[in-house]
């Protein structure tokens, strides 16, 4: 299995990057994906096929997948279908090239975020990314604020105070 890591921090103060699993079959699609987002401020890793996708997030947790439709092995369709059997609701971008020709089954469709048509443009693939980003990140961004009121509340600080400031 081909692997590839890229980690750059947006800032010198922020903790938290996202994690993209870019899946594709084609070596320089991985690679030009990996360098577009890691200008971005991703971090990046990859997978082959949805087999190796599946093998990476059974280990590892990303923030987004980043999927191609049409692979060998285990295509992104059947691999959005075994994320969810498992209970996985990680964020799906899919790129496709073949939706004219044969659209996306009814279940695997629902269970998209974003579906980007080939040819996909550099700047529609980032905008479908940021669009699966943001449920999450305000999901993220309460439980950050939780995690800090209670530990505010355990150290005998006013939690209202901390709220306000």
Same mark, same amino acid.
């Given at each position: 299995?081909?692997?590839? +890591?890229?980690?750059?921090?947006? !800032?010198? $103060? $922020?903790?938290?990057?996202?994690?993209?699993?870019?899946?594709?079959?084609?070596? =320089? +699609?991985?690679? =030009? /994906?990996?360098?577009?987002?890691?200008?971005? %401020?991703? $971090?990046?890793?990859?997978?082959?096929? %949805? &087999?190796?996708?599946?093998?990476?997030?059974?280990?590892?947790?990303?923030d987004v997948v980043v999927t191609d439709r049409a692979m060998p092995n285990l295509d992104g369709a059947s691999m959005v279908l075994a994320l969810r059997s498992a209970g996985s609701k990680i964020p799906i971008v899919m790129v496709s090239g073949s939706l004219s020709e044969a659209p996306l089954p009814g279940l695997v469709a629902?269970? @998209?975020?974003?579906?980007?048509?080939?040819? &996909?443009?550099?700047?529609? @693939?980032? !905008? &479908?990314?940021? /669009?699966?980003?943001?449920?999450?990140?305000?999901?993220?961004?309460?439980?950050?604020?939780?995690?800090?009121?209670? &530990?505010?509340?355990?150290? %005998?600080?006013?939690?209202?105070?901390?709220?306000?400031?």
């Amino acid at each position: 299995m081909t692997y590839s +890591t890229i980690s750059i921090p947006i !800032s010198a $103060d $922020d903790s938290w990057r996202p994690r993209l699993l870019v899946v594709n079959e084609d070596p =320089l +699609t991985r690679e =030009l /994906h990996t360098l577009v987002f890691y200008l971005e %401020g991703y $971090d990046v890793e990859t997978a082959c096929d %949805g &087999a190796a996708a599946l093998e990476r997030l059974a280990v590892e947790e990303f923030d987004v997948v980043v999927t191609d439709r049409a692979m060998p092995n285990l295509d992104g369709a059947s691999m959005v279908l075994a994320l969810r059997s498992a209970g996985s609701k990680i964020p799906i971008v899919m790129v496709s090239g073949s939706l004219s020709e044969a659209p996306l089954p009814g279940l695997v469709a629902c269970e @998209i975020s974003v579906v980007v048509p080939k040819p &996909a443009r550099t700047k529609e @693939i980032l !905008s &479908a990314v940021a /669009h699966a980003l943001r449920a999450p990140a305000a999901h993220r961004e309460d439980l950050e604020v939780t995690r800090q009121s209670q &530990a505010r509340k355990e150290s %005998g600080q006013n939690v209202v105070e901390f709220l306000e400031t």
